[in-house]
């Protein structure tokens, strides 16, 4: 991720994992295209939390620095292990306002793997401290 | 009266059925495994899981085998190594059925026990009803093998052979890279111990791949009661296509065109 990309909705925080004690959800594929020594941190809108095997995505519709929405993949895990943590396919509701850690692609693309989430009423999902 | 005479024959074969019932330990619920998918946590070196660069296992592997190993540890590292189950669709195979993410179900019937993992699905099926392996020509490999077992007082006992070799890209042991020759042979003995969960101790020989047996215990803690179980598709929204050129794994958004730009870099 190029910082000069970054909007006020995205800011990189770029940290050891050993320090934030997250380690990413088990994949049925590598993992390798995601940088998991940074996070990065999205402000946006749900546009949809897909519930389906073998991963869960969250799309998340974010403002770019010119202000154009740019949609996000945000990838989780197996609907099966979040349902049995209490995760629902209602847990991310179209139009819900959240800010979301990732660890982002690689290659600046629109997309990463889910840390956690905070929405505008303080409630947190995932692994948010 | 002839009722009555029913009534005590029933009464005596269903209290024979509750008696051989109870010959077998239970062994009911959700159990999901310890540790992580690193197959051998024993000999594990490194910082990590399974794709994490520097880890890495010891089986007690030949020259030639340990070479295997390092090259497929060289193709970890870069993020390209390849797993069949990134395909969706191809069973995991035994002993890494063993070695899964997502729960487990371990089936006693009084002639058979099924290991029903959740992830895949698989089913690995044991028989225990005092049959042996088929003659050597009456077997080919597959990716559970033909098992057949006893039970010693409430620990099953069973042999495992007609494996898929891991170098005909069927099956891998994890995700570091470890494989196995088709000459693999394990035994598995399976119990509850005294903490309360699942242990299974495989001890694999392999006459091309080892110079020695390794011994790899894995563990299993039951869920609490009424966990559910749930289906597993892999190709229900699979978005992280494999290039079969170069091993790397893509990323598609929710129009079907692959996001990534420039992978990897």
């Not at chain 1, 994949?27 to 940088?35: E, I, K, V």
């Not at chain 2, 020509?137 to 093998?145: A, E, I, K, S």
């Not at chain 2, 033909?146 to 042991?173: A, K, P, Q, R």
């Amino acid at each position: 991720m190029k910082s000069s990309r970054l909007s006020k909705n995205m800011f990189l925080l770029v940290l050891l994992m050993a320090n934030m004690g997250i380690s990413p959800a088990f994949s049925h594929h590598s993992n390798a295209m995601f940088n998991q020594d940074e996070v990065l941190a999205l402000s946006g809108t749900i546009k949809e939390f897909q519930f389906t095997n073998p991963h869960t995505w969250i799309q998340l519709m974010v403002k770019d620095e010119s202000g154009k929405e740019v949609e996000w993949s945000l990838e989780w895990g197996s609907p099966n292990n979040l349902g049995r943590q209490g995760v629902r396919p209602s847990t991310f509701p179209a139009g819900a306002d959240v800010t979301i850690k990732t660890y982002p692609m690689k290659d600046g693309s629109p997309g990463g793997l889910f840390i956690g989430a905070q929405f505008s009423d303080g409630k947190t999902v995932g692994r948010w401290e | 009266m002839q009722r009555a005479i029913i009534f005590l024959l029933f009464s005596h074969f269903a209290f024979i059925g509750s008696v051989n019932a109870q010959e077998l330990p239970d062994w009911s619920g959700v159990w999901a495994m310890m540790g992580g998918t690193i197959f051998d946590q024993d000999t594990k070196i490194g910082d990590g899981g399974s794709t994490a660069v520097g880890v890495r296992e010891h089986p007690p592997y030949n020259d030639a085998y340990e070479a295997k190993y390092l090259a497929n540890l060289a193709l970890r590292d870069a993020g390209v190594f390849p797993d069949p189950n990134s395909f969706c669709g191809i069973p995991t195979g035994f002993p890494r059925l063993m070695n899964l993410p997502d729960v487990y179900e371990f089936a006693v019937t009084p002639k058979q026990v099924w290991i029903i993992t959740e992830n895949g699905p698989n089913v690995m099926r044991i028989y225990t009803d005092g049959r042996e392996h088929p003659a050597a020509n009456d077997m080919w490999p597959t990716h559970t093998g033909d098992s057949v077992g006893y039970w010693e007082g409430d620990t099953l006992v069973f042999d495992t052979l007609s494996l898929h070799s891991s170098e005909s890209g069927n099956t891998i042991i994890d995700r570091t890279g470890l494989v196995l020759s088709d000459a693999a042979h394990i035994v598995t003995r399976m119990h509850i111990n005294d903490d309360g969960m699942m242990e299974a101790q495989m001890t694999i020989n392999d006459a091309k791949a080892l110079t020695a047996p390794w011994v790899v215990t894995k563990r299993y803690r039951k869920l609490e009661e009424g966990a559910r179980v749930y289906d597993y598709a892999c190709n229900e929204n699979n978005r992280n296509p494999i290039d079969p050129n170069t091993g790397w794994t893509y990323t598609i958004g929710t129009d079907g065109k692959i996001i990534d730009i420039n992978p990897g870099q």
